[in-house]
């Protein structure tokens, strides 16, 4: 199998597997309980909370663990509104996860915000005129990830969270992707509150993370417990915490030399397919983005079919472009970016990790040709 799809999720490092086996086996205590079985749950997750802390230039009681990403920003825009009721703006932006803008659509409809949702350009880049318009008086928070899961085009954060403080409004990013792939520093975005997730960075699912800045105002959404500081109530999954930890600290170590090895992968397959396929257009090329992402169209293909022909031969990719009801649907990334239809419904994205070798790209390389000729629509 040739697993390009590192942006929908990871493998499990084994390092990580060997520091979680102990909290369900022989570390099996409620972190909550007094005795000492209890207490050396605590102590990892403590530990835990001091790795991810690190690797963000956070502080440990600035850590909340969550279920993952989609929790994390759920807390995140919900907490922050809940304990900011004179303030009732949101901002976002359209390229968010679903996570993000699912909800704001939802807390629209409940009536607990209004939101103001800032568009980006063809190259997928934030328009900074038309955010700095958005950001008001009444803004309670701003949203705006830090990098796109389909594009890997990289936002200008610290910028916005320059813009919102002006307006003494606070700052989210969802850092889901970026997180393992870029430095990724709280005090140098500026942030108030950053979320990650364990099952991107070589960690398993259903675990992650959702930093929130001493004295952000915060209620918590999962309410039943005091776990967290009173900021996620449930009984913490010790293993998963432990999980995530020792991969932040994994993350940490990793030097530059691999994330340029794994651009260097992700450069030779879209020279290669761009070369080859003059109709084939790589989506956010030109703006600063991931070293591991490429989101490529092939214009007048189906993805759905094209995928499959690639899972036929082993390969495993996606795309943001998906059937439904029998017609083809962008993804609302592509839309926001003004990607044609007859463009976007071809968009395949390959998401590189350390374990991708040159023989992966030669591999697609050869494939590529037979399923394109197969579906016939390109000149090959
Ligand atoms: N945010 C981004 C940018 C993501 O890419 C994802 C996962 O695809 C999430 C949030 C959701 O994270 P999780 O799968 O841990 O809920």
New binding site residues.
């Given amino acids: 199998m040739i697993y390009l799809d590192n ?2 999720t990871t493998p499990v490092d084994p390092r990580v597997v060997e520091a979680m086996l102990p909290l369900l086996t022989e570390r099996y205590g409620n972190p909550s309980s007094i005795h000492r079985a209890g207490a050396a749950a605590a102590a990892a997750v403590d530990g835990a909370r001091a790795s991810v802390a690190a690797l963000i230039g956070a502080r440990e009681s600035e850590i909340v663990f969550t279920s ?4 994390a ?1 759920n807390a995140a825009l919900r907490g922050v509104l809940a304990a900011r009721p004179e303030r009732r703006h949101l901002v976002i932006t359209t390229v968010e ?1 679903h ?1 993000v803008i699912d909800l704001a659509d939802a807390l629209e409809r409940e009536g607990v915000a209004e939101v103001t949702r800032v568009g980006v350009d063809g190259a997928g880049r934030l328009k900074l005129e038309e955010m700095e318009g958005a950001i008001r008086g009444d803004t309670a928070l701003v949203s705006v ?1 830090l990098a796109n ?1 389909e594009t890997g085009v990289l936002m200008p954060v610290a910028a916005v969270a320059a813009m919102a403080r002006r307006h003494g409004a606070k700052v989210h990013t ?1 850092a ?2 970026a997180l393992g792939k870029v430095r990724v520093n709280v005090d140098e975005l500026g942030v108030d509150l950053l ?1 990650l ?1 364990g ?2 960075v070589f960690a398993p ?1 259903g675990v ?1 993370a959702l930093y929130v800045r001493r004295g952000t105002p915060f209620r918590a959404m999962m309410l039943g417990g005091h776990q967290e500081r009173d900021r996620r109530g449930g009984t913490q999954n010790t293993s998963g915490i432990a999980a995530l930890g020792r991969a932040c600290e994994l993350a940490a170590e990793r030097d530059r030399g691999e994330q340029e090895r794994v651009r260097a992968l992700r450069d030779r397959l879209e020279r290669e397919v761009t070369a080859r396929w003059p109709q084939a257009r790589v989506i956010g090329g030109e703006a600063e983005r991931l070293g591991n992402t490429s989101c490529v169209c092939f214009a007048g293909v189906e993805a759905e079919a094209l995928l499959l022909m690639l899972s036929e031969a082993g390969i495993c990719a996606s795309s943001g472009a998906a059937c439904s009801s029998g017609s083809l649907e962008l993804s609302h990334v592509l839309k926001a970016m003004g990607v044609s239809p007859e463009v976007g419904q071809g968009e395949v994205r390959f998401s590189f990790g350390p374990q991708n070798r040159e023989s992966d790209v030669d591999a697609v390389l050869e494939v590529l040709p037979r399923a394109l000729r197969k579906l016939s629509v390109l000149n090959v």
């Fill in positions: 942006n929908a993952g990403g989609t929790e920003d996860h996570a990830m899961n969802d889901v992707q979320s997730s099952h991107k699912k992650g």
